[in-house]
């Protein structure tokens, strides 16, 4: 008996030792699960209809074309019998079979046949463009230090932005070159106008003239190419997404006691900011009353600067608060500012706490 107890205990013990690598992946299914007995047989071909949700549990929206490449590159290459313990970003159907993408290693699982794709460079560059795009605008500003940039990427808001850009059709004019000299951000002499914005996605370069008068697609970021047909609505999308996205932005004046706020880009925000006061009777030593509402649990942090231009700046504040979501805090932050309270001043106030921006003039 006390053999038999033996050999039993090993046999358990090697189960769990040879199941402990697909733990990540199982450990989240129900137990009645059919994706915890692996079956047999040679799989068959992924077949339509393919659907997708994001990290964020959202459905991810595929047109017919980025499903047929989905699925032409799920139907090619070898499958591995094995499943990695990697955290998924993405899961899919496709036909009624379940997988699991992994963006930064570019892997595939095949839950339903307990394997592993991983893919070619090329091919991971091709699904995280229609699961995961991302966009990198660089525009040459007009304070004389050369090229500002902004990275967004992932969610239903950039990919979009990205099927609004690849659906734009030639207007049948031909967008000029601007220079032969290589492109270099770090250069404060462009030969591009001031202005010039150029957005950079799947291997496409965007060229838009200062202003946004028109969109061209180019070879290069100097180079020539097409001028694109220009929808006025997404010129405003471009405009939110160069200036605001992903965060929740406010502007506003403060002026005789009363703050003149306006909402000018809702998204999705982890703090809610209440502006109650903004004390400058003992200038240049202030205060702003803020209440703070938490939109999740966890830790809050809480910004301020103050400043009258990129180049003079006043002294700031920083707060973090321990909060539940939908608890409401009363903050006080301090900054000095820039005359003392019988001169007339103009200076801006920026609060930021995770993505909520408040930019405030105050006039005083």
């Not at 838009?208 to 970021?221: K, Q, W, Y």
């Not at 809702?266 to 509402?293: C, F, G, M, W």
Request: hydrophobic share 35%; glycine share 8%; charged share 25%.
């Amino acid at each position: 008996m006390k053999r038999f107890l033996v050999c039993f205990l090993c046999l358990v013990l090697c189960f769990l030792a040879g199941c402990g690598r697909h733990e990540v992946i199982i450990d989240t299914l129900p137990s009645d699960s059919p994706l915890l007995t692996k079956p047999t047989g040679e799989p068959k071909p992924f077949a339509p209809p393919l659907t997708c949700t994001g990290p964020d549990h959202q459905a991810v929206e595929l047109t017919e074309a980025q499903q047929e490449t989905l699925l032409a590159i799920l139907n090619r290459g070898i499958w591995h019998d094995d499943l990695p313990e990697s955290c998924a970003n993405f899961t899919l159907n496709a036909g009624g079979r379940t997988l699991q993408y992994v963006t930064h290693s570019g892997i595939f699982m095949d839950l339903s046949h307990w394997r592993t794709r991983y893919l070619s460079d090329e091919d991971k560059q091709t699904v995280n463009h229609i699961l995961f795009p991302e966009i990198t605008f660089r525009q040459y500003d007009w304070s004389g230090r050369g090229f500002s940039s902004k990275v967004i990427q992932g969610d239903s808001f950039v990919r979009s932005l990205v099927r609004d850009l690849e659906a734009l059709t030639p207007s049948g004019e031909a967008a000029p070159k601007l220079s032969d000299a290589a492109f270099d951000e770090t250069d404060a002499d462009s030969p591009a106008p001031k202005g010039t914005l150029w957005i950079e996605t799947g291997g496409c370069i965007y060229r838009l003239e200062p202003g946004f008068a028109t969109i061209s697609r180019v070879e290069s970021h100097y180079g020539g190419g097409e001028v694109l047909t220009f929808p006025e609505g997404l010129r405003e999308t471009i405009r939110d997404a160069r200036q605001y996205h992903p965060n929740d932005c406010y502007t506003g004046t403060w002026q005789n006691g009363k703050l003149d706020l306006h909402h000018v880009y809702k998204a999705k925000a982890y703090a809610a900011i209440r502006v109650v006061d903004i004390d400058t009777s003992q200038a240049p030593n202030n205060h702003i009353t803020l209440e703070v509402t938490a939109g999740r649990t966890g830790n809050i942090r809480l910004w301020l600067e103050s400043y009258r231009s990129e180049d003079d700046l006043g002294s700031g504040d920083f707060r973090e608060l321990s909060m539940t979501e939908g608890e409401t805090q009363t903050v006080e932050l301090y900054y000095v500012s820039f005359a003392y309270p019988d001169t007339p001043e103009t200076y801006w106030l920026s609060i930021t706490s995770e993505n909520t921006r408040l930019e405030i003039k105050v006039v005083r």
